[in-house]
């Protein structure tokens, strides 16, 4: 009995991924998507010249006055409120992916608010970092969703799902950052609550 109802869910997950990948874009969509990817890869390249432009000269001015003694600091720096900073993608990767609990949402307007404790995987089981940070995203960011969809995978907003992420409970997500530190989407991760 448990087979079966395994072996439907699988076949209902497999109809689902073909309905989504079964109808191609048109040509303008993918021009378009190319050409994002394109700029995108520019706008990367031109940023991480000017970031080692400015290593360079800081370097540099730092051992020109490394020799003048040591200075109380002008202004003591606030401590930062975590130690995260957005995955970047790795070579040739559109996207880099952190995974974590994702709670307290709290719709602002037309964004959303929510707190992110960050996991790591080890082996089979997912543990948490110590880091936690906040997300202030779009109430339109894209959601593919599962259990919170009721047990059949749909993409939603995250603006629709506030009521079920402010509720007291931490569901698991891949949050999927571009090369300019944006969330694109957000993946329920339910295979690591099941």
Known sequence: MDDQIELERLLADLAESGRRNAV?????????????????????????GALLAVVVAAGGLSLATAGGG???????PAPTAS????????????YATELGYVYDAVAEGDTVRVTVEQLRMSGQAAEP????????LPSHTLVEARQLAGGQPADTE???LVDELSAGQRWVFAIDYNGE??????????????
């Open 83 to 94: 130690s995260f900073e957005p995955p970047s993608p790795g070579p040739g990767a559109e």
């Open 24 to 48: 191609p874009r048109a040509a303008h969509e993918v021009r378009a998507r190319g050409e994002q990817r394109r700029s995108r890869r520019r706008a990367a390249l031109a940023a991480s």
């Open 129 to 136: 970092t110590g880091v936690v940070h906040t997300l202030t």
């Open 70 to 76: 040591t200075e109380p600091p002008v202004d003591d």
């Open 181 to 194: 530190g944006r969330v694109q989407s957000l993946r329920e991760a339910y295979w690591l609550t099941e």
């Open 158 to 160: 995250l603006g629709e």
